[in-house]
């Protein structure tokens, strides 16, 4: 499946709108930035699972697939703050790309 960044918004806002039918309040930037908080975490779980740094007597066999979950969460809530903050979040992403871009070229790479 390949989906634009603009379909992947456009199908979490859709996921946002049902959410908001049975959440207990409207979500603002704090409770996108404490659940983001908390999907950092759960990524920052799953690499420490794939690195090998808990004692886990086996393996994880589904490790890769809940990185990946996991990573898919932390670019949704970041979404959801963009949202709420009115920002577009495709064109913010290549304008810090132009900004990399001319300090790699001032600095001769």
Do not use: C
């Not at 990946?68 to 709420?84: K, P, S, T």
């Amino acid at each position: 499946m390949s989906l634009t960044f603009s379909e992947m918004q456009e199908m979490y806002r859709e996921t946002v709108k049902r959410y908001n039918k049975i959440e207990l309040q409207d979500w603002k930037a704090e409770g996108a930035m404490i659940e983001l908080s908390k999907q950092v975490g759960e990524l920052a779980k799953q690499v420490m699972i794939k690195e090998k740094y808990y004692a886990l007597t086996d393996e994880v066999p589904d490790v890769d697939e809940r990185l990946g979950n996991e990573m898919a969460d932390v670019i949704a809530q970041v979404m959801r703050l963009a949202d709420y903050y009115k920002i577009d979040l495709e064109k913010a992403f290549v304008e810090a790309r132009e900004d990399e871009n001319h300090y790699l070229v001032s600095r001769g790479v």
